[in-house]
């Protein structure tokens, strides 16, 4: 069975969703993993639970907020003091995702959904990072975040591939807008794009913690919620409001429990609370989408689909809002926190090749300076976690085809090229002698070149 896999990445994680290529659907295999990355010494790079087990207990180097960093020349700084560059720290979260999700199997193709702000050289970075990573070999295409969602409704059914829509990714530190045109038979492309800071699920879930702690406030260790005596009790306050906020997608009303250092204290919310809270960040987002409306009808285009993906996309105000204010359709594809890394898995799927998933070999260099920053030059290390499988072929022929066809037709253009020189040298020896030359009779565009006959 052939694995086709695409990776979502977003400002905070990198999301992955397996497809079977045989079957061309998408399975339930997924995993999420933060934007945290911790290099262990004589382990290599961990992600997922193994980094933040890591990071807790302070071993290794452990990297955040590098996610958004591909393409800057500025190193990130790890809590050891060493600097990594931000797309090398990327390229390593990917190739640990790729470790978990198909570890010595038969990976066609991967595909990559990136931010739609990005340009030919964050692009072109992280290619070049990924060339030490699991990912060496494999066949990658890097497509932009709202065309994979838009992808992924066209294949749920919810909308036509001609029809031209405006996504609203609602990530957890912001909300990317972006318009997708249709085409004949496929997703057209990025037309423009924006993006807010006001909308995310972060936001709303500080927002929600905070009326929730403002209820208890008199019970507190400390009357500032700043005070670092409430520190614990405010970050479990907010991982409850999470849930909470969740929850009331579903249902009415939730209820949070504050641990106080001596006892409990149940605090409900009800729906009505949480929307008087959200209203103001969900208008900012819709203020990104009006812009893009605005613009699409400034340039004679018609959106048929307002397309939501993210978490706090099934949130019924966000739906109710944008139903008031346009009369376009809106759609949620199912799953839409996943939206974007199942577009993408479907675009492996269409351009899979095969080919398999290998252990790394020792032997490649390690970082280089962070100081002298060489952008098409990948600096990532080589995890050193996986074992060489002895079933898995080690040829290069049998372990990266695409490379040796690269290899095999960059040898036949060099030999080409030689043959070429060493009959021109013969021709213009064998005119120099006033000798006819075979090559001239049989190729006109030779005889034009013919130095002139004398006698």
Known sequence: MSLCVGVALSGDSVSAVAADESTRASTPDRVSVPALLVIAPEVGALVGPQAERCAASGVGAVFRDFADRVGDPVPVVGSDGSCRLGADLLAMTIGGVLRKHAAGSNLAHLAIAHPSDWGPYELSVLRSALTCTEAEGIPTSLVSSPIAAAITAVGVGMMNSSETAIVADICNQGTEVALVTGAANHVGRLVA?????????????????????????????????????????VRDVVAASRLARQDLVRHTSAVVDVRLPAHSVPVRIVRAEFESLAREPIHAGLSSIAHLMDYAHDNGIEVSAIVLTGEVARTPLLTELISAQWSTRVVIPPSPEWATASGTAHIAVGRSQPGLITPLSPERPNVSNPARPQPVQSRADRPQLLRRDPKIPTSSSQARPAASGVQAAASERKWTLRWGAIQLTAALISDSHGEPSDHHDRSPSWRSRAVPRHG
């Open 193 to 233: 794009a924006s993006r807010t800071d006001d909308l995310g699920s972060a936001a709303l879930d500080r927002a929600l913690a905070r009326h929730v702690l403002e209820q208890v406030r008199g019970q507190l260790p400390a009357s500032d919620l700043q005070d670092f005596a409430n520190r614990g009790i």
